[in-house]
């Protein structure tokens, strides 16, 4: 079973430019995050889909970051102007239906803004 | 609110000692516990989980039992190796849905 897939796996941007991430989920599950982790810190949620329909957007800075699941599949995420503290990894995780299962994680994408 | 803390790092210890490793937890809800490692250059990867008040996750050699009355989830391990080196993060999931994530905390194993 693959697993779940991000790019691209590394970006440099200056400030105020522009940046988009993608997400491909395992297939078949309903239920896609993207968390910011920090270096140092934990992964924090920014928005959670499930299908393509938005659950829990509650923490993220929607001025300049915006999550779109078209289809109920593929995610992006991007950022729009990027500041110096979005510098991060970002990370995709899915989830399959049923209560206890477990959520997923892709490898991450690691943003450094200059 | 929800919330997850757990013990700073780095942990040093020496091959074969006895790893201990704190999370504590504050839950609105009714949670499920969770460890998630992350060993160099690659992604979180679930260790184990407990559902439930009493219930015991083990993996690998690694255990951890949810504790309701001092709402604690601490990981445990008898001997470790070097291959055991990674961060660890704490994490809970409210009502089949929302995660919040520990800190993480650095394991150095020497041999």
């Known amino acids: 079973e693959a697993g779940v897939a991000q790019s691209p796996r590394y970006k440099i941007i200056e400030k105020r430019q522009s940046v988009a991430f993608w997400c491909n989920p395992i297939?078949?599950?309903?239920?896609l995050y993207w968390y910011q982790q920090i270096l140092g810190q934990g992964p924090k949620l920014l928005i959670q889909?499930?299908?393509?329909?938005?659950?829990?957007d509650s923490q993220l800075p929607k001025d300049r970051f915006s999550a779109e699941r078209l289809k109920g599949v593929d995610s992006t995420l991007k950022i729009q102007p990027a500041k110096l503290e979005d510098s991060a990894v970002y990370l995709c995780?899915?989830?399959?239906?049923?209560?206890?299962?477990?959520?997923?994680f892709g490898p991450g994408t690691r943003l450094t803004v200059l | 609110g929800d919330s997850v803390t757990q013990m700073e790092g780095p942990v040093t210890l020496s091959e074969e000692a006895f790893l201990t490793i704190n999370c504590t937890y504050t839950?609105?809800?009714?949670?499920?516990l969770f460890w998630y490692v992350q060993y160099p250059g690659e992604g979180l990867q679930l260790l184990l989980k407990?559902?439930?008040?009493?219930d015991k996750g083990s993996n690998k050699g690694f255990e951890a039992t949810y504790r309701k009355e001092t709402t604690s989830f601490h990981l445990e391990k008898g001997s470790v190796q070097v291959s055991d080196s990674a961060v660890y993060f704490c994490?809970?999931?409210?009502?089949?849905?929302?995660?919040?994530f520990g800190s993480g905390t650095k394991l150095n194993v020497k041999p």
């Open positions: 995780a899915s989830r399959g239906t049923g209560g206890y299962n477990e959520q997923f």
């Open positions: 889909f499930q299908n393509n329909g938005v659950v829990d």
């Open positions: 297939s078949g599950h309903a239920t």
């Open positions: 407990a559902t439930k008040a009493d």
């Open positions: 839950a609105t809800g009714y949670p499920s």
């Open positions: 994490a809970l999931r409210i009502n089949f849905n929302k995660f919040y």
